[in-house]
């Protein structure tokens, strides 16, 4: 059986190195059999690939693929407390902001990359609720932020 790690890697995915924090917080923490990740933004080598609101200066589109990489760095953040995501019994709940233009009203299907992302990584036990809240702004001018919970086996 193959591990999330490689799943990500069989579909083209590298898991990155953790994201520092752009604040005072932690990345990740375990408590009482959960995983719980700070919001992620979608940066690459530590840098938005990106910015802008979604529906004005980011395509719907666009902002799913930013979705996936929030996705790919809350994993990270998780690897980073846990040690190996297979230590990660399933996923529980995913929350995405995205900040959007006024009038947008596709925050599920952008939230949709990072779903597909923790499907890829888990399989059936990457299936969770999830929120998809439309904001005004996020930091850094980010377009979307992604917040994972997850129950270690």
Known sequence: ?????ERLADAGLKLPPAPDPVALYV?????????YTSGQLPLQ????????????DVSPEEAEEQAR???????????????DLSAVARVV????????????????AVLNGASELLGIAFGGAGAHV??????????????VEVEITAALA
């Open 93 to 108: 709940k995913v929350t995405g902001f995205v900040a959007g233009a006024p009038g947008f009203t596709g925050q599920p």
């Open 130 to 143: 999830r929120s998809a809240v439309g904001v005004a702004a996020l930091p850094l001018d980010a377009p």
């Open 27 to 35: 990345p990740a923490a375990v408590s009482g059999g959960y995983v």
């Open 1 to 5: 059986m193959s591990t999330p790690e």
């Open 69 to 83: 990489q929030c996705a790919l760095n809350a994993l990270a953040a998780v690897r980073a407390v846990v040690g």
């Open 45 to 56: 080598d530590g840098v938005l690939a990106i910015t802008g609101k979604v529906g004005a």
